[in-house]
């Protein structure tokens, strides 16, 4: 079975520090998508990725495609970075995205 | 731009009672999506719909029926809701069905009783 999965599932951090999120799948996929659900349960995508790094602000997205990982890190992190963090990829040449389950993050001030 | 749109925002139903949940986006978007999300698990698509005119069934499309009925809505009928139904339900949109980024809705929260 496919399988994506997250870790950790919960993270508590204090204002400033560097947060990793890691997102791990098991076969190959042709692309990864990470996303932020505020607490009031909106989605918002931050990053779409193939290869490589992207960087947008404080967010910084990586993937490794031989090792079948993704990082997402969040530099000077702040209480509004508070959210859960959701990885979802897309296998071969499907159409569909999987979604993992989340990694819930508080930033305490 | 308003985005996604998702009409209502919560819905109480009885087991076999039937409802529509309508979504619209303003982005001229090609590729809309329904997903639903329930606790400890991740979002799993039900139904989606490349381009105008056309549906595809996603992961968990039992139960479910979907109307392309403009390149803007897309709607999500319950037949006959069941407890089992009861979630959390985003549409999302993307320029295509390609690698593009999803836009999603604010979400319908739905109980069946």
């Known amino acids: 079975k496919n399988e994506v999965e997250q870790s950790p599932q919960n993270l508590t951090a204090q204002e400033g520090e560097f947060i990793t999120i890691n997102c791990s799948y098991s076969v190959g996929i042709s692309a990864l998508h990470w996303l932020q659900q505020h607490p009031g349960g909106g989605i918002v995508s931050l990053f779409m990725?193939?290869?490589?790094?992207k960087k947008h602000g404080r967010l910084i997205a990586t993937i490794n495609i031989q090792e079948k990982h993704s990082s997402l890190h969040i530099t000077a992190s702040h209480p509004r970075d508070s959210a859960v963090y959701i990885c979802a990829v897309r296998w071969g040449s499907g159409n569909q995205f999987y979604f993992g389950t989340g990694t819930s993050l508080t930033v305490i001030p | 731009n308003a985005g996604v749109t998702q009409t209502p925002k919560f819905q109480v139903l009885k087991t076999g009672q039937s409802m529509t949940l309508q979504c619209a986006q303003d982005?001229?978007?090609?590729?809309m999506y329904w997903y639903r999300q329930d606790p400890g698990m991740g979002l799993r698509l039900i139904y989606y719909s490349a381009s105008e005119g056309t549906t595809d069934k996603g992961e968990v499309p039992n139960g479910y029926n979907v109307s392309r009925l403009n390149k803007r809505e897309f709607s999500l009928r319950l037949e006959s809701a069941a407890p089992s139904q009861t979630s959390v339900y985003f549409c999302?949109?993307?320029?295509?069905?390609?690698?593009?980024?999803?836009?999603f809705g604010p979400g319908t929260r739905l109980t069946v009783l």
């Open positions: 990725l193939s290869s490589g790094k």
């Open positions: 999302a949109s993307s320029e295509t069905l390609g690698v593009t980024t999803q836009y």
């Open positions: 982005m001229n978007h090609n590729s």
